[in-house]
């Protein structure tokens, strides 16, 4: 099971791979639309991948509750447990 | 104990002709632009559209399938009256009955042959090429023609924004006959009705029927007031199409992709060995994503017809192969992997030797 500062590392990597940001750019704090400019497409990609990296599973439905990377950490980390 | 006699099968099947048909009007992004809120470098940075082409009134799906099927039967070269089967996937083709394939088939000259259309959404030229290789090989038909063609500007609503401004019109048909060589591989399909609401129609037609008797509109969300979510009292009449665009992506992209994998598996081929790859025409944001499953090496020509064509539903495949042939002649008698999905949610999947 990954901690918080690993998923959030294997997140970054994530968003690394398929928009090109650096993986520094990807904080908390960080809103996926309106600070890194993910659009809706991309986004499905990310959660598809964290959901292998991680071995969880991120419902089309729950998607657009994870506004912020904070609120994708924190999913991840309670569907692990 | 009377014993029944069985057609008497034949070993192989393949494409021996294709025929296209495209409408005249474009319609640009900048067209689309007019009637919903969004921009050229967002259509096409989101879908890789950049035109899609439209019929006009007097243009029916029906006069789209003849012209593709006319182009299709010569370039095989038989007789109109040698076609024995004729498989007809749509779903803009406004009456519920008789078949599409039917008419067809009388205007073609090629009656009696067998004819029947298939509701297979994006996936029916797939489910066609699939059925008609089974069709062949068993003894059960000579030549099969396979159309997909949609009139797709006719269930649309130009308002909306889940999937109209992807959808284009088109034809695209391919003659299935006999082969001394494999020219079709196995057909992986399936369906995932779980699914069925990510595309739909907004509403039945039995909504037109009770509204016109008066009766009082029942509540259809992809209707409804996005402020009140409340029916309105002038709500289309006409049904349309409507997509939940992530849903879809997600599982073209991760699901429907594995099929592809599966296709070419039982195929017995390996990416490399293939000339072309020709997904559906959905977004080429899932053409890439797929072309990245597969791993396919820059040797492969992958049809992204969708720039130019837009989303054209059935006819995506048949368009996007047929295109190829005329831009990459040399892919002729090359393999190609070809895959439908849609509507259903449904696929189908096959290598195919390109005529």
Known sequence: ?81 | MVTLKQYTPTAYSRILGMGAYRPDTIVTNDDVCQWIDSSDEWIRQRTGIVTRHRADADTSALDMALAASKEAIEAAGIEPSQVDTVLVSSISYPYLTPSMSAVLTERLGATPAAAYDISAACAGYCYGIGQADAMVRSGMSTYVLVVGVEKLSDVIDNGERSISFLLGDGAGAAVVGPSDTPGIGPTVWGSDGSKHEAIRMTHPLTDIRDAEAGKPRPFRKDLADPETGTMPEDAPLWPTLRQDGQTVFRWASFEAAKKVTEALEAAGLQPEDLGAFIPHQANMRIIDQMAKVLKLPESVVIARDIADAGNTSAASVPLAAHRLLQEHPELSGKPALQIGFGAGLVYAAQVVILP
Do not use: W, Y
Not at chain 1, 27 to 32: I, T
Not at chain 1, 52 to 71: A, G, R, S
């Open chain 1, 1 to 81: 099971m990954a901690s918080k500062e690993e998923i959030l590392a294997g997140l970054a990597e994530i968003v690394n791979e398929e928009t090109g940001l650096e993986t520094e750019a990807v904080q908390l704090d960080k809103n996926f639309t309106e600070d890194l400019d993910i659009d809706s497409i991309s986004m499905m990609t990310i959660v598809v991948n964290c959901e292998e990296k991680f071995e969880v599973t991120i419902p089309d439905e729950e998607v657009k509750n994870l506004k912020t990377v904070q609120d994708a950490v924190d999913f991840i980390d309670n569907a692990q447990g």
